[in-house]
């Protein structure tokens, strides 16, 4: 495979998908914080069975961390991402600075209601105006015909399909399911903070949701269940648990049982917070 053509500034994003785009090309973008690992890989793959063209974007948003948060130290390795993208088969890596993103006297924040409200919210309270604005940037600058986002992110998943619903961004949301590793741990750039110890521990975060979920399914009584869901992790070894919860699967009201649903977690292994989430089966 060639390897993937790297622009930083939004002129040259800009000016090559619109080529693209002049000669009836379909073009999907895959937006990304790098440090990619098969997760992101599958997102490519996935973009490219629809797509002529695959633009990957790269960049570690300030704006989404709070001053708390691992913003220094999240993982940045832009030569080792590129060989993967290669690899993959993307055409564009798309790794503008911060000042290219948010020049100075950047003023603007877009700030998603509906899927946006509790659960991630209720512990990073400003993360979703952040990921929501970037998100609106790299669509307005890229004009992609499509985007594809984990699931592994659902809440995530959820806000960018509403920030495109009522803004009228011309551009699909294509969800992609979660990559795991062969124990079932959600892949994630994050794991990389974690010790061989430490993963066997997270490992048990999908065990504990998917049996979870199973009980919702056949009858357990919601709060019951969720609450010996956070127990079961605590005495698997997480420090902290922020939530687990059910939810309705598009909208992420509250779960109705009976109707399509998603029981979300997200729990503190020493300093590295994970999340992850698995469908609830109808009964
Ligand atoms: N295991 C996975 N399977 C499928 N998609 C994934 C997976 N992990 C991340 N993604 C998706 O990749 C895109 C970019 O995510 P990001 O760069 O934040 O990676 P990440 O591994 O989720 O990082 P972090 O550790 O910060 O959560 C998002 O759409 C996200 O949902
Ligand atoms: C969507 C995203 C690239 C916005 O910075 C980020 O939140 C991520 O990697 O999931
Ligand atoms: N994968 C979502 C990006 C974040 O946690 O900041």
């Given at each position: ?11 040259a994003l800009r000016a090559q998908v619109q080529d693209w785009r002049r000669a009836g090309l379909r073009v999907a973008m895959v937006p990304t914080m790098g ?232 729990a503190w292994l020493g300093t590295t917070r994970l999340i992850d989430n698995v469908e609830i089966p109808s009964a």
């Amino acid at each position: 495979m060639n390897a993937p053509t790297v622009v930083d500034s939004v002129a040259a994003l800009r000016a090559q998908v619109q080529d693209w785009r002049r000669a009836g090309l379909r073009v999907a973008m895959v937006p990304t914080m790098g440090a990619l690992h098969d997760g992101h890989i599958s997102l490519v793959r996935i973009a490219l069975e629809q797509a002529d063209r695959c633009v990957v974007s790269i960049f570690v948003n300030p704006t989404q961390f709070a001053p708390t948060e691992d913003l220094d130290k999240y993982p940045r390795q832009l030569a080792r991402d590129l060989d993967r993208l290669r690899e993959a088969g993307a055409h564009l890596a798309f790794t503008p600075s911060v000042g290219e993103m948010y020049p100075a006297g950047f003023a603007t924040k877009i700030s998603v209601g509906g899927p946006s409200s509790g659960l991630e919210t209720d512990f990073r309270p400003s993360f979703f105006d952040g990921v929501a604005t970037v998100v609106a940037k790299l669509f307005l600058q890229a004009a992609p015909d499509f985007a594809v986002f984990g699931e592994k992110d659902y809440q995530q998943l959820c806000v960018v399909r509403q920030l495109c619903r009522d803004l009228d961004l011309p551009v699909e949301i294509v969800g992609a399911p979660t990559v795991r590793d062969a124990h079932g741990l959600a892949m994630s750039s994050r794991n990389a903070y974690l010790g061989e110890a430490e993963l066997d521990v997270a490992r048990l975060l999908n065990v504990i949701l998917r049996r979870t979920a199973g009980a919702l399914s056949t009858g357990t009584d919601e709060a019951a269940a969720t609450e010996d869901a956070a127990k079961a992790l605590i005495s698997a070894g997480f420090r902290k648990v922020d939530y687990v919860a059910a939810r309705a699967s598009v909208t992420l009201a509250p779960w109705q049982r009976n109707r399509g649903g998603r029981l979300l977690a997200a729990a503190w292994l020493g300093t590295t917070r994970l999340i992850d989430n698995v469908e609830i089966p109808s009964a």
